[in-house]
């Protein structure tokens, strides 16, 4: 349940850029989640709408942007899709694999009023 | 509930007292409004008369203003919202904590350790047997996160090594801001080893940098071949296994070799070391392993 530490870290930078911004409500929130980084998506809405609760983003509009996961194959050296860390490079079934993107969770940007 | 953690209010304790301040930056802005406070208050209001909303007070919203937006006026379509751009990480507060940790024991030569596991890996008992082994010939200190009780400090103070107990509450990981307050607490030694135990837990320990050298995963041949692959994050971050409770392998269907293959699938660049806290088979590899470590450390140290 690590999930409800990112849902208060999410909201802990709306509030700080909400306050350096001088905004007082947030409509909804753009989030980066790769399809490869520790976090389980239906958990962290059911968080983030627990914390936001009574604070400048309540009922705002979580807005989830996937990434790929994506790799460096050593063997194939080049770009490879990955789907889970355990996978093998698709292409010549090596694991030498270097995960390149898709392990990204990021605030992008909020939609205030 | 803590805001920071989601653990609950006031439970995080460390050597049995409550965490010091508040893991706020100070000034933030109060989100958990007072009962009869307004809701959304102004930061500026207009002077009298220079639009609807130039007042304070809690909004009913009686009217639709079309004037307060960024722009000051409203052309058909188009919303008056606007989109504040931030691209943060959302672990970015910890990892600034973990940061401020690296930097202190890089800055006094201590090698830290996050050491990892389920519960009931043989931590505790290897770490133990590890202090004793190394029998005062390195200035160490020990960490211990569990969400309640201080056993395992007391275990670790049982062998003459100073250890301070974080007790997470209902936290299921120690986070860079208690680990550093830990630090503050405890006498660090220049050229020392700091063991940081996490909470026996192979999800959550994975994402928080704690600001140590190296993850250290412990895996005993009592669970699964498949460990890695159920819980690939925390395979991944780490940078070493102790395949721990080696000794009871003639007993039990357990693939050693299989279960290296998987954590490799994983991560191909884990390093592996077969032990045992009770036959004492491995321990000198490890030992080694960290004291090279802290050699290396000292020496960044006299370098910086």
Known sequence: ?113 | MCTTCGCGSGQTLIGGHALKQCRHAAGKVQYRVKDGQARFPHPNPLPEGEGVHSHEHAHTHDSIDFCNGPAGAHAPGMSQARMVKIERDILSKNDSYAQENRRYLAEHGIFALNLVSSPGSGKTTLLVKSINALNGSLPLTVIEGDQQTDNDAARIRATGAPALQINTGKGCHLDAYMVGQAMQQLTLQDNSLLLIENVGNLVCPASFDLGEAHKVAILSVTEGEDKPLKYPDMFRASDLILLNKCDLLPYLTFDANLAIENARRVNPNIKVIRISATSGEGMDEWLEWIKEGCRNAASGMRVA
Not at chain 1, 44 to 50: Q, V
């Open chain 1, 1 to 113: 349940m690590h999930e409800m530490s990112l849902a208060e870290g999410i909201v802990q930078l709306i509030e700080d850029a909400a306050r350096a911004d001088g905004c007082t409500k947030v409509k909804a929130v753009w989030l980066e989640i790769g399809q490869l980084a520790a976090v389980e998506i239906d958990s962290l809405r059911f968080c983030f709408d627990a914390v936001t609760r009574d604070g400048i983003a309540e009922g705002a509009r979580l807005e989830i942007i996937e990434t790929p996961g994506q790799g460096w194959c050593m063997k194939c050296e080049g770009n490879v899709p990955v789907t889970a860390l355990y996978e093998p490079c698709p292409v010549c079934g090596s694991y030498q694999i270097q995960v390149t993107g898709g392990s990204e969770m990021r605030v992008k940007e909020f939609e205030v009023e």
